[in-house]
């Protein structure tokens, strides 16, 4: 199978993205302070190797497709969707809901470009969701540590039956 020009440019808008995240990763490794810097700085060295081996694997399967991955770093300052990570020291406080931004951020990429992906070659596709799966991981146990209980709304067991219910009411 050869990559259209459609499928070339939706991966390597999620290949510069997983770049992107593994970079920022390792700044905000480098420069986090404060509580729980330990743990943090840990759970960062977990995103930053899968964000590079997520990379390498997007950039293979392009390979793969005929497509050529370009990972420079010009590309990928000038074409990632991820806002910048600030310079110098950052909270750990701070670092949590930055880095959790850009675990949603790179995901809401790969959401966006998914079905398009999906219609061409479910394969790649099929690689996406398991990148996503563990990127919405990453970001929910990193913001875990700056929540409180109630302070992001849950959808309960109860509550997604009730939703299920009336939606097949109303069909």
């Not at 990632?80 to 949603?104: K, Q, W």
């Amino acid at each position: 199978m050869k990559a259209s020009a459609t499928l070339t440019r939706n991966l390597q808008a999620v290949l510069v993205d997983l770049i992107e995240l593994h970079v920022q990763g390792k700044q905000a490794h480098w420069n986090i302070v404060g509580t729980n810097f330990r743990d943090l700085h840990r759970q960062l060295d977990d995103v930053v190797l899968s964000a590079r081996e997520f990379s390498d694997e997007v950039a293979e399967r392009m390979r793969a497709l005929n497509a050529e991955p370009d990972g420079n770093s010009r590309t990928v300052a000038s074409t990632t969707s991820l806002e910048p990570f600030p310079a110098g020291e950052v909270s750990t406080h701070d670092a949590i809901n930055l880095i959790t931004e850009r675990l949603m951020g790179t995901s809401e990429t790969m959401r966006n470009v998914h079905d398009q992906i999906d219609e061409e070659d479910p394969t790649t596709a099929d690689i996406l969701h398991a990148i996503i799966e563990k990127l919405e991981q990453y970001a929910w146990m990193i913001s875990a540590e700056n929540r409180t209980p109630g302070s992001v709304k849950q959808t309960s067991p109860a509550a997604a039956k009730s939703s299920a219910s009336s939606k097949s009411k109303k069909k």
